[in-house]
């Protein structure tokens, strides 16, 4: 213990004792390559001189011997199907703002089976539109010999309002028929408001299928004759399968026709279904095979649950795929390969038409894989949603028969010359942050180590009005993150950067001798008589993945303190870039009241949030919340949410000088659905939310608020009345008498806001 004082006064001191301080040479690693076995094939891209900008389908026309990509932003490229060949680009099939007014983004692509004669295609899209939310939209569209859209052909077949989950894809089955995906059309929370996904009479949350050949009365298209519910009274026509959330990716089997689907879930699950004539899938009175509305009502069909499910400890949001006829990699053939946009994970499933023989990880791309398509062998591809993306399919890994001698003791990592006392090795840095984020009341000590005397080179670039952060990191560096409390350490996480970001846990042992390696899977268990989780090594990518990229601690802003940024450059781990990048990011220790309020405040939400809600952190919503971003320019004050009003109807995601209309403030409280942050700690930090709540409340001091009530009518009202709880103004009985009614309302959100508050 006078060893860590020692060494914690002599970190304080450092400002006046650089002079001279040389680098050493970091050479005990030990972390290298995986402790986990490699997956049987790896990502190449087909033609890497060939990218596309957000591609969202791959649609094969095999009569024409070309797939065509189409990009989210309205462009359709084409390439040869036949992947031998060597095409120096991809040819601008159409431009379809040109065609389209108002597109917002394409959503799915199909063409007619007999497009080599009638030349006609069809696109599935979303329009902007001047009424809140935006429309979808069904069209189609004719191509003359050369290869041009013919002026005046579109047909609009469908066109109807969305707010949120379209789903993606069209696809023509071996009927003939067009096959249109539809989610939900709604903001992920609150599951399905309108429960039309249970509803025949709304096309929302259903798979339609219509015949473009022929047209029925007051209709551009006709109702097949077998369509299952024509004689239900209400049901619309086009449907043939419903309860879904926000089918993303369909496809026939090349062998029987059988329509499979990947179903993106909510807040645990991911599916993947086989769609029957009339079948239920259950969203939402169930998310996959978790119950989420029981006491709807639900629409003639028995449930059918998911033949493939998986929960959001593997991964968090699924794309569908296809079945892979090819023979190029024998072992696939036959499987339906699938894939998660969030982790990269690909898995195959094989099926032997009554039940599942295998489901199988195949492949760990670290990609945000947005759509899957085939070649005209059959061959799987895939795009991952970036600005510059190839085309890719798998390989097999050329490294498949390399074992690693991964470390699964704590003091085998080479990191700390003494683990039990956590003397960190020589070469590896201890460093501390302004702004941790909230752990469950636990505190965390940092180290860094690059091997032998390597260093970031970091370059920044301005998007959407903020600087952003990019690094050229070393292979093999390690940043390490030990979690405490009262004396008593808990868990030791380790990010290894191989060319991605790779992520550990290790737990300690009751006696703090050493950690042993967490499995892959991560651990749910108890630590000082409450729930703790030791980090599955998917949860660690959903934050420091492919689409991040960044380590969340190791960053100027966090580091700017003690001369710690100046002891560091001189020592040659970062460089002049990163140490300039400190005054674009002011972040302060969010519990130092003489801070000023807005700085405290952004500086929990950069903590907090900022991993997700920042350019590129993969939230899907356009506010940024990184402390590097002005707050004018936030786009939280006066916008409008994505993820639904959660009871305060048409309300901002912050109102200046009212938290109780306040969509953050709600989400930062509850504990119940829609909490955020989604992921990492299980409690509330209390004294965050206080201080989230007196920001916005500062914004604007005289704003008129409601009066707390004991029996709150609106979630304004609840919100009022948590407050004062969470702030200690009431006494105990008021306090006793609020829960009971509040836990136990009839407004499911007010009772959201309260669960779990009587162990806060």
């Known amino acids: ?37 490699p997956p049987p094939y790896v990502a190449e891209a087909v033609w890497p001189h060939i990218t596309f900008n957000q591609g969202l389908d791959i649609t094969l026309l095999e009569s024409e011997g070309l797939i065509f990509v189409t990009e989210r932003f309205g462009k359709i490229w084409q390439v040869p199907s036949d992947l031998k060949s060597r095409p120096k680009s991809a040819i601008l099939f159409a431009d379809m703002k040109e065609h389209i007014p108002s597109l917002n983004r394409l959503l799915g692509l199909a063409f007619h089976p007999e497009f080599a004669r009638n030349r006609k295609f069809y696109l599935y899209y979303a329009l902007n539109t001047q009424e809140p939310g935006f429309a979808c939209g069904l069209s189609q569209f004719e191509v003359d010999a050369k290869g041009n859209i013919v002026p005046g052909s579109r047909v609009r077949l469908m ?20 096959y249109v995906p539809i989610g939900d059309l709604v903001p992920p929370s609150p599951p399905d408001p309108k429960r039309a ?22 209709l551009p298209y006709g109702i097949p004759k077998d369509n299952p519910f024509l004689g239900v009274e209400g049901a619309r026509p086009e449907v043939w399968a419903y309860g879904l959330r926000n089918p993303w990716k369909i496809a026939f089997h090349p062998e029987n026709g059988e329509l499979w689907l990947g179903d993106v879930g909510w807040e645990q699950w991911e599916m993947v279904y086989r769609i029957e004539k009339g079948g239920n899938y259950g969203w939402s009175v169930m998310e996959g095979p978790m119950p989420t509305n029981p006491y709807q009502d639900t629409g003639p069909s028995p449930i059918s649950h998911p033949i493939v499910n998986y929960d959001h400890y593997s991964g968090a949001s699924i794309t569908g795929g296809y079945f892979v006829s090819s023979d190029r990699l024998p072992r696939l053939k036959g499987s339906y390969v699938y894939g998660d946009y969030v982790t990269g994970k690909v898995w195959a ?73 956590q003397i960190a090795s020589v070469g590896v840095y201890e460093f501390k942050i302004n702004t941790p984020m909230w752990q469950d009341g636990y505190e965390s000590d940092y180290w860094v180590g690059m091997p032998d005397r390597s260093g970031l080179k970091t370059t920044a670039e301005a998007r959407r009005g903020s600087p952003v952060m990019n690094y050229l990191k070393p292979d093999d560096m390690v940043l390490a993150k030990t979690i405490h409390k009262d ?29 042993t390696l967490v499995d892959k899977e991560g651990l749910n268990t108890e630590i000082q008589g409450r729930p703790y989780r030791f980090p599955s090594r998917s949860e660690c990518i959903r934050c420091h993945g492919s689409n991040f990229n960044r380590p969340l601690a190791f960053f100027p802003g966090q580091m700017n303190r003690d001369g710690q940024l100046d002891r560091f450059k001189d020592l040659g781990l970062v460089d002049k ?25 952004r500086s929990w939400l950069h903590s907090n949030c900022a991993h997700c809600h920042k350019v590129s952190g993969g939230s899907g919503l356009t506010a940024q919340m990184n402390i590097a971003v002005p707050t004018s320019q936030l786009e939280l004050m006066g916008h409008a949410p994505k993820r639904g009003y959660f009871g305060l109807d048409q309300a901002s995601q912050i109102e200046p000088g009212n938290p109780y209309r306040s969509i953050l403030y709600y989400r930062v409280a509850t504990k119940g659905a829609g909490h955020m942050p989604m992921v990492g700690a299980q409690t509330l930090d209390k004294e965050g939310v206080r201080l989230v709540h007196d920001w916005i409340r500062s914004m604007s001091p005289d704003a008129s608020v409601p009066a707390y ?30 829960i009971a009614v509040c836990s136990n309302h009839a407004e499911p959100f007010i009772a959201n806001l309260f669960i779990g508050i009587e162990l806060e």
């Open 709 to 738: 009530s004991l029996e709150p009518k609106s979630v304004e009202e609840a919100l009022v009345l948590y407050h004062k709880i969470q702030s200690g103004e009431l006494s105990i009985e008021e306090r006793e008498k609020a």
């Open 577 to 601: 870039e990163f140490v300039e990048m400190a005054a674009a990011q002011p972040l302060v220790n969010p519990n130092r009241s003489e801070e000023p309020i807005e700085s405290r405040a």
């Open 159 to 178: 066109h109807f309002p969305a707010d949120g989950h379209t789903g993606g894809d069209l696809q023509f089955g071996p009927d003939r028929m067009l």
């Open 487 to 515: 004396g008593h350490r808990v868990e030791t996480q380790i990010l290894h950067f191989d060319g991605f970001w790779k992520g550990y846990s290790y737990r300690w042992n009751e006696s703090q001798t050493d950690a």
């Open 197 to 218: 996904a249970q509803d025949l009479g709304q096309i929302a949350g259903k798979i339609l299928r219509i015949d473009v050949d022929s047209k029925d009365r007051g």
């Open 1 to 37: 213990m006078l060893f860590r004082y020692l060494s914690s006064l002599t970190f304080l001191l450092v400002p006046f004792l650089l002079l001279g301080e040389e680098r050493e040479a970091w050479t005990s690693s030990k972390i290298s390559g995986s402790p986990d076995l």
């Open 349 to 421: 499933m094989s099926w032997d038409g009554g039940k599942v023989t295998a489901n199988l990880e195949i492949a760990d791309t670290r990609q945000d894989i947005v759509t899957f398509g085939i070649d005209e062998s059959g061959d799987i591809l895939f795009l991952e949603l970036g600005p510059s993306a190839p085309l890719q399919r798998l390989v097999s890994n050329p490294n498949l028969e390399e074992t690693s001698q991964f470390p699964t003791k704590l003091s085998e990592t080479g990191l700390f010359r003494d683990a039990a006392d």
